[in-house]
């Protein structure tokens, strides 16, 4: 009597546009059951073109959940490499990544506002960070300011940047809107637009300066480890 049920959900199933993988495992029977069971099962065109669609979505899936979960793999394996590798990050190699940082993303025109911009959160947030941990900057003395584009929801990203900052918004200065919206953009964007993490000083100015020119000048012709 379960094996009748079975073999009439089957049926059921199949002419709704399952395929034959889709149908085993929810009723756990053998592939050639179920060929049996179905036999003489005939389904219209329109439903095997839904068939062999179904087919290939769950080829598709399955391929690119393959090709994730490789990735993922392959992130965690290199991850604890080069954790293995770096040992234990000191506050000077911080200083020093912050100062590369700087020289790729920071204001240098001024003599003394200090300025990271970047669209990367992830950046934005150790610019901050770096400011305030590393170089001492009081977090009431940093302002953020963010360019954003007209179609973006402002006070919904001043709490995003606040949140990766860690600086309140009474602290943000008010945000430029691009007159282009952020859908037309042709470059690749993490979705909040720019942010520009702020502080005056000119004695910390120089002293970033002048660690970046010691990276540039003598470090390259001889401070740098052999390799």
């Known amino acids: 009597m379960a094996r009748f049920k079975d073999r009439e959900k089957a049926v059921q199933l199949r002419m709704q546009g399952k395929t034959y993988s889709e149908i085993r495992p929810i009723l756990d029977v053998s592939k050639s059951t179920l060929s049996n069971w179905l036999t003489n099962i005939r389904v219209s065109k329109t439903q095997l073109q839904d068939i062999e669609k179904s087919a290939k979505l769950k080829r598709s899936e399955n391929y690119f959940r393959t090709i994730r979960e490789r990735k993922a793999r392959l992130e965690k394996e290199y991850f604890e490499a080069e954790k293995s590798t770096l040992g234990k990050i000191t506050k000077r190699d911080l200083f020093i990544a912050g100062l590369f940082l700087y020289l790729g993303e920071g204001t240098k025109s001024t003599a003394s506002k200090i300025c ?5 959160p992830a950046v934005i947030a150790f610019a901050s960070f770096w400011l305030k941990k590393i170089l001492g900057v009081e977090k009431k003395k940093m302002r953020v300011a963010i360019h954003l584009y007209s179609n973006m929801e402002i006070e919904r990203e001043k709490l995003f940047w606040s949140k990766v900052t860690d600086l309140p918004i009474a602290q943000f200065h008010t945000p430029y809107i691009k007159r282009s919206r952020a859908n037309r953009i042709t470059h690749i964007s993490h979705g909040h637009g720019t942010c ?15 660690g970046i020119k010691v990276i540039l000048g003598d470090g ?6 052999q390799w």
């Open 196 to 210: 520009n993490i702020i502080y005056g000083n000119v004695h910390l100015k120089q002293r970033i300066m002048a």
């Open 116 to 120: 990271i911009s970047n669209s990367d």
């Open 220 to 225: 390259l012709d001889g401070r740098v480890a």
